[in-house]
Nanobody, 123 residues
């Protein structure tokens, strides 16, 4: 099994930056594609970003493209989401996910999910 724990969330002013981390434990991490989703109150969970097992392929939702960057450090069994130019509409609980294929991240077919970390962007 793989356990995922998110960290790095918090309160930030609009235009600021945060970097979320998701650390994995348990089974082999490096062969999993990783991704990020978010869910705001009263809204459905939405795809944010994904990265292949070796970092060679990345995928972003249009709403965050150019502002967010997903990366990973397999030696630390950690995936990151660098969030720049944050907007109030980015406020949500952010979840990391793991799947055997990158495409499964976007489709919501991840095998493992973290418990989420709150990101709040103030005006």
């Amino acid at each position: 099994q793989v356990q995922l724990v998110e960290s790095g969330g918090g309160l930030v002013q609009a235009g600021g930056s945060l970097r979320l981390s998701c650390t994995a434990s348990g089974r082999t991490f490096s062969r999993y594609a990783m991704g990020w989703f978010r869910q705001a109150p009263g809204k459905e969970r939405e795809f944010v970003a994904a990265i292949s097992w070796n970092g060679g392929i990345t995928d972003y939702a249009d709403s965050v493209k150019g502002r967010f960057t997903v990366s990973r450090d397999n030696a630390k069994t950690t995936v990151y989401l660098q969030m720049n130019s944050l907007k109030p509409e980015d406020t949500a609980v952010y979840y990391c996910a793991a799947a055997q294929m990158t495409t499964r991240i976007r489709l919501g077919g991840s095998d493992y999910w973290g418990q989420g970390t709150q990101v709040t962007v103030s005006s």
